[in-house]
Nanobody, 116 residues
Framework: QVQLVESGGGLVQPGGSLSLSCTAS????????MGWYRQAPGKQRELVAA???????NYADSVKGRFTISRDNAKNTVALKMNSLKPEETAVYYC??????????WGQGTQVTVSS
């Protein structure tokens, strides 16, 4: 079993910054892709950012230039630095890690609320 635990969510004012972190534990594998998704109330879960094993990244257009994803392979950790947050980015943020056997593991989600 692999468990992903997220941390760092919370309440932030519009224009503020927040950092999320996700660490894998249990029967640890090395992971191919790590990423962050979010799901706002009444909306589908969407990809925010992904980072591949050698460091290449992919971002949703809406977050380019404001969010930065990073990973630490030795610690099986993925992080997301979010700047200039907007109220419409209020959502539950989930991390996902995909093993080299194409098995996806999800975290339980962490709430991010952007509000004044």
């Amino acid at each position: 079993q692999v468990q992903l635990v997220e941390s760092g969510g919370g309440l932030v004012q519009p224009g503020g910054s927040l950092s999320l972190s996700c660490t894998a534990s249990g029967r640890i594998f090395t992971f191919n892709t790590m990423g962050w998704y979010r799901q706002a109330p009444g909306k589908q879960r969407e990809l925010v950012a992904a980072i591949f094993s050698r460091g290449a990244t992919n971002y949703a257009d809406s977050v380019k230039g404001r969010f930065t994803i990073s990973r630490d392979n030795a610690k099986n950790t993925v992080a997301l630095k979010m700047n200039s947050l907007k109220p419409e980015e209020t959502a539950v943020y989930y991390c996902k890690m995909r093993s080299w056997l194409d098995t996806d593991y999800w975290g339980q989600g962490t709430q991010v609320t952007v509000s004044s």
